[in-house]
């Protein structure tokens, strides 16, 4: 689809024959095979695919830590999620910032893990598509925080999950079907609100985080509607790209934080 007029053309078209517009590649379709690990990951997917790969190890390395206080894969204790960075009121009122965005990679039960990788590949390789990387990386890890500032002020119990991300994730396709005014961007918003209002009304169930969902909803709506699509402007992919640079960096230090605590622990 051109990004200028809309209008349907073929994947060999550099110029759009209706409004000669230059149509470049997908995000995703510019990345040389290497970034990809040698094509053991799809392209399409690649930034969603190492999300679920570090969701994934982190869950792993939670179960064989709580196994040593007879914690079992199915439910993790509350200990252990605790000290890896869960979203904790009283430690994060001490200071523990980093805990609002390593709790979007943890989980507290092979359930949840399972049914969280699953809409997030879901769902993700969409978002990492339409948004390309760069966007896509920012809006996950914005909404992931705000959907926890969220909870911390509604909902002040441990909480851990991906979900506010991936309400994130939602909330930038609505918005997206929002800024684009045509049959496209319609059906976009149509599909996705249902989303929205699937999982919001599932927010309902007990031990739920609903206010993380809509936290993760609200934060992924706007981050999308200011990022827009992919554009031509060398400018502006270059500010998305340093700004995904400095949301990887911060993600780390609070990846590096989480880690001290864990070995002052021991």
């Excluded at 979007?104 to 809409?119: D, E, K, R, T, Y």
Aim: proline share 4%; hydrophobic share 50%; charged share 10%.
């Amino acid at each position: 689809m051109c990004p200028q007029c809309r209008a349907f053309i073929t994947t060999d078209d550099k110029i759009c024959p209706y409004c000669n517009t230059a149509v470049g590649p997908k995000p995703y379709v510019s990345r040389a095979p290497s970034d990809a690990l040698g094509g053991l990951i799809p392209h399409a997917r690649f930034i969603t695919v190492l999300i679920v790969l570090v969701n994934t190890g982190l869950y792993i390395a939670t179960v064989l830590y709580s196994m040593r206080s007879g914690g079992t894969a199915l439910d993790l204790d509350g200990r252990t999620l605790v000290e890896f960075g869960a979203k904790y009121g009283p430690a994060i009122a001490a200071g523990q910032w980093w805990r609002l965005i390593t709790a979007g990679f943890l989980h507290g039960g092979v359930l949840h893990i399972l049914m969280n990788m699953w809409v997030l590949f879901d769902i993700g390789g969409q978002v990492e598509e339409s948004y390309g990387g760069a966007r896509y990386l920012v809006i996950y890890s914005l909404s992931n925080v705000t959907g926890f500032l969220t909870s911390l002020y509604l909902l002040p119990a441990l909480s851990v999950g991906a979900s506010a991300a991936i309400f994130g994730l939602i909330g930038a396709m609505i918005a997206m079907g929002v800024r684009e005014r045509s049959s496209y961007g319609a059906a976009v918003r149509k599909v996705y609100m249902r989303w929205a209002i699937y999982g919001l009304v599932l927010s309902v169930i007990p031990g739920t985080d609903w206010a993380a969902h809509v936290g993760g909803l609200a934060g992924g709506f706007v981050m999308g509607f200011l990022a827009g699509m992919p554009t031509q402007s060398s400018v502006m992919e270059r500010f998305w790209q340093v700004a995904a640079g400095i949301t990887l960096a911060v993600t780390g230090l609070a990846f590096f934080d989480m880690i001290s605590g864990l070995v002052l622990v021991k």
